[in-house]
Every structure is written in structure tokens, then in C-alpha cells.
């Protein structure tokens, strides 16, 4: 039987780690299990460690880390993986692991592979230039197939602006 799914992860902010939903009792349990882990970045002596992200403030560099596990019995095919980038935050371009990402604007929603660029004029001529860390809204990966006990992990960074972070929830479809 061929399934498909889209995970999405909404984060709460740098204040907080996101788990799944919670679901009801009568309601099966999905196969593909995905947790979230906000981790500070700490810079010492050109050695990076990681610490809680209880209390960030701005300048702080965040690294959102989701893991997906397929807890079924079969393997699941064509899974997606969405981290957006939080309200308050700044995407820090080219620290999507892995690497092979597509990303979105709040301008084009539309899903293309990063680092995003666009077009501009120039005195007339067309140039090509790419779009601000600032606008980024959202990154995607595509999982494919994550087999029955298999984990897949992706993780992005981000720079803390300021103390107004968007709270959502996670959701798969």
C-alpha cells in the first residue's frame, strides 16, 4: 500500500521545544512520529556547543533540529519535511542540513530550491541577486522514503531579532 505524507512542523519560538499533538484516545496513532529540539548555539573558542534555548535574546543563534520516525510497519513514501522560520528570527543562509532544501517567501509561497534568488533591474538590465535571509518564510525537504523503524533528521539555523516569536503547533497531512 503506497502512503504519502507531509509533515509540517510549526515551532513555538526559541522559548520552547514543540513535541507532537496531542491526539485522541479513539484516534490511531500515525506511523510517522516527528519531535522538535531548539538548541543555543555557544560560540567558545571557535568551539560550538549547545545549550538550552529556554532564554535567548537577540544576536543568539538558534538550530532547530525535527526528526521523523516511521513507527509503522510499512515504509512511507514521499515524505516532506517543512521547519518555518520563526517570527523574530532571521534564517542564517546555508545552514539547512542536509544541504538539498527548497525554500518560500511570504511574497512567493511557492516552494523553490535554496538559496533563493530573483531578478531585479539594473539601469535596465536584468540581474539576478539573492533574496534577503529576512524574507525567507518556511524550508522543505523532501524525506522520500523512510522506511518501517527508519529516522530521518533535518535541522536549520536561525539568528534571534527579537523577543516576538509566533507560536503555532505541529501538523501533519
Excluded at 555557544?42 to 520516525?69: L, M, W
Excluded at 532544501?101 to 533591474?121: G, Q
Excluded at 535596465?124 to 530521518?152: F, N, Q
Amino acid at each position: 500500500m503506497k502512503k504519502k505524507f507531509l509533515a509540517t512542523l510549526c515551532v513555538v519560538g526559541a522559548f520552547g521545544v514543540l513535541c507532537t499533538p496531542a491526539r485522541a484516545q479513539s484516534e490511531p496513532q500515525h506511523p510517522l512520529q516527528v519531535s522538535l529540539a531548539a538548541q543555543k548555539i555557544e560560540v567558545t573558542n571557535g568551539k560550538e556547543t549547545f545549550k538550552d534555548a529556554g532564554r535567548v535574546k537577540p544576536g543568539d543563534v538558534i538550530e532547530y533540529r525535527s526528526v521523523y520516525v516511521n513507527r509503522g510497519k510499512e515504509s512511507l513514501k514521499g515524505v516532506s519535511g517543512t521547519l518555518p522560520i520563526p517570527t523574530g528570527t532571521e534564517y542564517i543562509i546555508e545552514s539547512a542540513n542536509p544541504s538539498n532544501v527548497n525554500a518560500n517567501t511570504v511574497a512567493n509561497p511557492a516552494y523553490a530550491p535554496a538559496p533563493l534568488t530573483r531578478t531585479i533591474s539594473v539601469n535596465g538590465a536584468a540581474r539576478t541577486v539573492r533574496v534577503p535571509a529576512s524574507e525567507y518564510k518556511s524550508l522543505r525537504w523532501d524525506l522520500g522514503e523512510i522506511r518501517a523503524g527508519e529516522r530521518r533528521a533535518v535541522s536549520l539555523r536561525v539568528r534571534v531579532l527579537s523577543n516576538q516569536f509566533e507560536k503555532a503547533t505541529p501538523t501533519k497531512q
